[in-house]
């Protein structure tokens, strides 16, 4: 008889509530409601008169109705059912239907989450405090370097799957053939992981393909056996800083964070930053990221199970393997990963 074992540790939905996560673009949030999800929960993102994001839950407290369908009214949004109007802290401040419309009950109130707006993104905490503070990065600050958005991108998968993938450097020749990789030199470099706090750092040297003639995106001088610096930061739970190099002044910023929807699905937002090729079309990088992204996606989309496994006997690991089995490690010991009840 074969022996069961324990179901390995998955990513804690309770404890990824205290940490901030990207619910949309700047630009997606204009002046009508933004309906999102983050861990299982319909969000509503909406702005005041005053330009300010708020996020509230997206259910009418009197019938249930989706917020995110109606608009907003000044400082408050109001429900396309019944008129009943909300303000940012999720009060009910106005009921059409009452004699006296002001005279509102005292439960009539939705919830109310964090919201802050930096980098280009809304970002929301489910509960305070948020554990972690966002990364720094002033080249996205900095005018001398031209910033580039793309996606974001909706994968039928776990945000940790999403974001293993995109540190995953193995994968690269065989996925990304030419754009990311070269098959010719497949062997990841040694490399070392160094934790600090909630901050996986490592730094690689390591081969890629020459720029192509359909993306030249990148910062390299020559057209044969290129490689690159890539220094990372990982920070937990969803987010990688990385800052591309090519031994010349040419640097290049990926910022990457995904938004973990629910337990199987996903959305990547990836935000460029370089300070080269100022006049390139956004465009260009665009579509490289779209085919990057779509390469990865049917491949992640298949992996088994679909959460990552947090335990790191439930899948075979080798040296190059160092990131994943620092994050995993890490996610446990930060409390974000745990056993299934």
């Known amino acids: 008889m074969i022996a069961e074992h324990p179901p390995a540790s998955v990513p804690d939905f309770a404890a990824l509530r205290h940490c901030w996560h990207p619910v949309a673009y700047t630009h997606a949030v204009k002046d009508t409601p933004h309906h999102t999800r983050l861990l299982g929960e319909d969000l509503v993102i909406w702005r005041d008169s005053g330009g300010t994001p708020h996020a509230l839950r997206d259910l009418c407290i009197h019938r249930g109705t989706a917020l995110s369908l109606g608009r907003v009214v000044g400082d408050r949004i109001m429900c396309p059912y019944h008129g009943w109007q909300y303000g940012s802290d999720g009060v009910c401040t106005h009921i059409p239907q009452l004699e006296d419309p002001t005279k509102v009950p005292g439960k009539a109130r939705v919830d109310a989450f964090a919201t802050q707006e930096r980098y280009g993104h809304i970002w929301v905490a489910l509960e305070t405090p948020a554990r972690y503070d966002l990364p720094d990065i002033p080249e996205l600050d900095d005018p001398d370097w031209v910033v580039v958005q793309a996606g974001p991108y909706a994968w039928n998968a776990d945000a940790s799957r999403q974001l293993e993938n995109f540190t995953d450097f193995g994968h690269f020749p065989w996925v990304h053939p030419g754009l990311l990789g070269d098959p010719e030199r497949p062997v990841v470099p040694d490399y070392s992981v160094t934790i600090d706090d909630h901050i996986l750092r490592y730094d690689i040297v390591r081969p890629e393909a020459p720029n192509s003639d359909d993306f030249p995106v990148f910062g390299n001088e020559t057209t044969e056996a290129p490689t690159r610096r890539s220094r990372y930061q990982l920070h937990l739970p969803y987010t990688i800083l990385l800052r591309l190099g090519w031994g010349g002044e040419k640097g290049m910023v990926y910022f990457f964070a995904s938004q973990p929807v629910d337990e199987d699905h996903c959305a990547g937002y990836v935000t460029i930053a370089r300070n ?66």
């Open 276 to 341: 080269y090729d100022r006049e390139q079309p956004a465009s260009v990088l665009q579509d490289f990221e779209d085919t990057i992204f779509n390469q990865d996606q049917v491949v992640v989309e298949s992996q088994r199970p679909e959460r990552v496994p947090f335990d790191l006997a439930a899948e075979m690991h080798m040296k190059f393997d160092a990131v994943a089995i620092n994050y995993r490690k890490a996610m446990r010991e930060q409390g974000l990963a745990k056993r299934p009840a």
